[in-house]
């Protein structure tokens, strides 16, 4: 009951914020709804683009990872993404912002039509972006859903019998896209900002401190990674160890440098770095961002390594031969801290399944901006109506998400990889037209459709994403995906037409 | 070319040997089968992952200060309305 009074005072406070920001703060111009006039400093860029690119991984999946397979996961995913997200926001983000604020961009679409002067390709992108965003936000919404009803299990046990008390996955999914659609609808860009901070916070601090309270009731971080090192030292290494196999192939370790990729091109990110204030807000952003993922995975890391060994009076707290990683963080929350704790770590790990926010608003950016004001005409529509647009998307797409996760079936979740390698194949794309002189509109075509074609035929070889573990000679499919891109998009682009001088001279200005 | 010119490209180059030296460093086979515990409870490959993560904060800090792009120093003037 308390975590369901918790989650429930939480998401009363995310709306409370979200109009805060937007009757305090908002300028009631389009410019603020969509990318909250380009205004946020140092402190708001950081924690809004740390909440969007932090997922209910970062808690949840982060520690039933490192139950199953040990430490190696910390430097597959977050040790490999400080170093590439920094990257990304240093040498993309921020010259993405520049001509952002330059040109009047909102979207990806808009740039990418005017870089390569090709309306034809904005709409290709286009469907190629929202097709790779939907499944990412139908997997956001079941697993918020799919959290409260394990954290509220036995909370109304006369209301919901068939789950033994707890709050149905449907109905708290149905109450996240709700909360989320309110603050979204209301505030923008704005309030998907402040909502960020907050949950950035949320998942930080309540981390940590689940790190402490587990450790002080095994008997000290010691005696935790001892009872590892006696019963599960194979957890502690990647490779072989105590007559186990290794957790994973030196290849395939290198491979995973490409998956982190995806940032440059995710839509929700690009909205938020629209919204910097100044370039210089860019500094703290990819000075901290490393060590905010730091902050989140290790202490999940080695929670999820304690959870193989740790015991209570006498008994494991995760059974031998338990089978879902994603129930790991609730056993050792639920068994080894004190019961309100349940309810204030439920806080943290909702917190983390709210990226929903921007990825609603950015559907509903990229509809209005680059399909229905671009088709019908910008003058048609002054700063009100263009608002007013984009509230009647952020309608549309939170109901017609909801009712995407409703029939969407289990096997969506594995699509989440495969979203990411989707994004990072168009990494080529973004990085070319931010450096490359010599880009041109068919090298730009042909690399996005060789992306589709690879990526197709890899998940088609994947069984359509169903074998978790398929690998292409080792690699991650990401690795021939993105290099076949790069590949189209190099030959292409020499054997055809160069850019007239003058677009190549709007976005590549003479040296100093 | 100006000073400031030169100190950017001269710092771009740096900027750029230093990351690749990061991906060289971070795949750390020589921790690849070490499970010993640092402090007595922390797994060296994970403390070690996480310093990378720190030197990722220092690298790209450092290149936002001394790599940074001249034609960012100043603000771009127009701020144009929304859209194109």
Known sequence: ?512 | MTALARNYYRNRNIMWVLFVLLLVLHHDWWFWNDGRLVFGFLPIGLGYHMLISVAAGLLWGWASFYAWPPELEGEPEKDAASGT
């Open chain 1, 1 to 512: 009951m308390f975590a369901l009074v918790m989650i429930s005072l939480y998401l009363l406070a995310l709306l409370l914020i979200g109009r805060w920001a937007h009757v305090g703060y908002s300028r009631h111009t389009a410019s603020d709804y969509y990318v909250a006039s380009r205004s946020l400093g140092p402190f708001m860029l950081v924690m809004s683009i740390f909440g969007t690119t932090m997922t209910s991984f970062a808690l949840v999946g982060s520690t039933g990872e490192a139950w199953r397979e040990g430490i190696g996961v910390y430097g597959l995913m977050a040790s490999w993404s400080g170093i590439i997200h920094s990257a990304c926001f240093f040498l993309i983000g921020v010259k993405l912002w520049h001509f952002g604020k330059l040109y009047g961009y909102n979207t990806q679409v808009q740039y990418f039509r005017d870089r390569l002067q090709s309306p034809t390709f904005g709409l290709l992108l286009f469907v190629v972006v929202v097709s790779l965003v939907i499944p990412y936000i139908i997997i956001n919404i079941l697993a918020a859903g799919e959290t409260i009803q394990i954290l509220t299990k036995g909370a109304l046990p006369s209301l919901f019998p068939g789950t033994a008390g707890a709050v149905p996955q449907a109905l708290g999914s149905a109450v996240i896209c709700f909360v989320v659609f309110v603050y979204v609808f209301g505030g923008g860009a704005r309030s998907t900002a402040w909502a960020n901070v907050m949950q950035t916070l949320s998942f930080m601090v309540l981390g940590l401190i689940a790190l402490v309270v587990i450790a002080i009731n095994l008997g000290g971080p010691v005696a935790a990674s001892q009872q590892v090192a006696e019963l599960r030292p194979d957890l502690l290494v990647r490779g072989a160890a105590a007559g186990h196999e290794a957790r994973i192939s030196h290849l395939e370790f290198l491979s995973y440098v490409f998956v982190p990729l995806s940032v440059a091109m995710f839509p929700h990110l690009f909205q938020n770095w629209m919204t910097a204030k100044s370039a210089k807000a860019f500094r703290v952003t990819v000075m901290l961002h490393p060590v905010f993922i730091m902050l989140v995975w290790a202490p999940c890391i080695l929670l999820g390594i304690w959870a193989s060994s740790a015991m209570v009076d006498g008994q494991l707290v995760v059974p031998l031969g338990w089978k879902d990683p994603n129930k790991v963080l609730g056993m050792m929350v639920d068994r080894l801290t004190p019961p309100f704790f349940a309810g204030v770590l439920a806080v943290g790990v909702v917190a983390s399944t709210l990226a929903l926010d921007t990825q609603f608003l950015v559907l509903a950016t990229m509809f209005s901006h680059d399909i229905v004001m671009h088709y019908f005409g910008r003058e048609r529509f002054d700063d009100q109506k263009q608002i007013l647009l984009g509230r009647v998307f952020v309608v549309v797409i939170a109901v017609i998400a909801y009712l995407l996760s409703a029939f969407a079936p289990r096997s969506v979740f594995t699509l989440g990889v495969w979203c990411f390698t989707g994004f990072s194949s168009l990494f080529p794309l973004v990085f070319a037209s931010l450096y490359w002189k010599r880009l041109t509109k068919l090298g730009a075509f042909t690399s996005v459709l060789t992306a589709l074609a690879v990526w197709l035929y890899f998940f088609q070889e994947a069984n359509w994403g169903l074998s978790r573990d398929y690998r292409f000679h080792g690699l991650m499919p990401v690795v021939p995906t993105v290099l076949a891109s790069a590949l189209a998009l190099v030959v292409v682009s020499l054997l055809t037409k160069p850019p007239a001088a003058e677009v190549v001279g709007r976005f590549f200005p003479k040296d100093a």
